[in-house]
């Protein structure tokens, strides 16, 4: 069981008032706080241990590279990857995949097709699309049904002689569907083909073991994980990150340079050009401790519980409209009302103190598919209360009579 009461007092954050009303974070899934051991953390680095990693002799840069080093196995344990050589640190989701496509992509042939579902955050649609005007790829696109799960026999229908990757969410940001990944993984490698998981959505709330799942590439952000914004992972295979060209070129990433020619360091240093947020990595550290601690399956159940309560209450309101209802969700509600602007309900909730997200969510062709400009987003994290999903339903109530 989760006691938010000795939870909250670790995110201060939660104290504070918006428009003279108790905070209501539900913005979860864009970015979800940070409890106090992370922001202490970046404190602590500042003021006695701040220096370049890999770089020196001097105590510092070696107490500096150690906790940098420490998040790496930290992260290595917390999705079981075999080894600290397929974790590669990275700005976040975003970077992870453009990384992927950059380099796992740049051997991909005018006519390779890649397999994406319209449920899609624009990080995963958009670097395909930007290598497709590189290399003459063809992009796939799976689509869903009307509860928002993936159509598997559609899934199934596009692999083709010419298929070399499948790459989708593991959980929607907006529909909040659980997608079958290990279904999904299996069939793409029984055809060997290589698979990418955007697992943004997922890590923050649900085990994953990357061994178990058996996928090429695994990519997620610390920012949605109680962690620091500016740090991502890329989780790949050894054997397919060795084979990989690097991406990126300047210093860290290199074995010899010379004018005529540069060789490169091993993994996972080859894919981390520059200095990388050495301070933001050793304090995500923190974060998965945080998360370790408190339990990934008691969040999750959680933050299901409430969602599940706060939806049926949203769902007593007139006027309502829940998109996402697939059988297997993740504790995440998008909603709309009549025909009332996302943006309008959105603001009249944070004038209750109640911080949703409004619009796209960065997924405008899953809008499209919808036919509808965007939704409000409704979602928590293990530090939410059944009082606050309460406040959700009384701030929508309220608005409904103002806006309806
Ligand atoms: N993939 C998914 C499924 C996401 O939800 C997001 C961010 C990203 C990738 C990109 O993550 P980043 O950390 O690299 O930016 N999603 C959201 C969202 O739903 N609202 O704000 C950001």
């Known amino acids: 069981m989760i006691d938010t009461e000795i939870i909250r007092k670790q995110f201060p954050i939660l104290e504070r008032s918006v428009a003279g009303k108790p905070l209501v974070y539900l913005d979860n899934t864009a970015t979800s706080q940070a409890p106090l051991r992370v922001v202490r953390e970046i404190e602590r680095i500042y003021t006695t241990t701040r220096a370049n990693v890999h770089r020196g002799v001097h105590t510092l840069s070696q107490e500096m590279t150690n906790l940098q080093e420490e998040c790496r196995e930290k992260v290595r344990e917390f999705i079981n990857a075999s080894s600290i050589e397929e974790i590669v640190f990275t700005r976040g989701a975003t970077e992870s995949i453009n990384l992927v496509a950059n380099s796992f992509g740049s051997s991909f042939k005018a006519g390779d097709e890649v397999i994406l579902t319209v449920m899609e955050h624009h990080a995963n649609i958009v670097p395909w699309q930007l290598l497709r005007d590189r290399t003459g790829i063809v992009l796939k696109v799976v689509d869903i049904d009307e509860k928002g799960e993936l159509d598997l026999e559609k899934y199934k229908s596009l692999f083709t ?115 990388p947020d050495y301070i933001g990595i050793a304090a995500f550290a923190k974060a998965i401790d945080f998360m370790e601690e408190v339990g990934v399956k008691e969040m999750e159940e959680h933050e299901m519980a409430l969602c599940s309560y706060a939806e049926k209450g949203l769902r007593e309101i007139e006027g309502i409209r829940i998109y996402g209802e697939a059988s297997k969700k993740g504790p995440v509600i998008s909603f709309l009302l009549n025909n009332v602007h996302p943006y309008d309900l959105g603001m009249l909730l944070d004038k209750q103190g109640v911080e949703v997200r409004t619009g796209h969510h960065c997924a405008m062709p899953l809008m499209e598919r919808l036919g509808i400009p965007g939704t409000v987003r409704a979602s928590f994290a293990v530090y939410n209360t059944i009082r606050e999903a309460d406040t959700l339903i009384s701030a929508v109530s309220r608005a409904a009579a103002i806006l309806t």
Not at 166 to 194: D, Q
Not at 237 to 251: A, D, I, V, Y
């Open 161 to 275: 002689d010419r298929t070399v990757l499948a790459s989708f969410c593991h959980v929607s940001n907006v529909l909040g569907t659980i997608n079958p990944i290990k279904e999904m993984t299996a069939y793409a490698k029984s055809r060997g083909v290589a698979v990418l998981i955007d697992g943004a959505q997922a890590t923050p709330h649900l085990k994953v073991d990357v061994q178990d799942l058996d996928c090429d590439f695994y990519v997620f952000s610390a920012h949605k994980m109680y962690g620091p914004s500016g740090i991502g992972v890329l989780y790949g295979k050894k054997q397919r990150l060795e084979k990989m060209p690097p991406w990126q070129g300047g210093g860290e990433m290199i074995s010899v340079v010379t004018f005529a020619h540069t060789t490169f360091a091993d993994l996972p240093f080859k894919f981390e050009a520059g200095t």
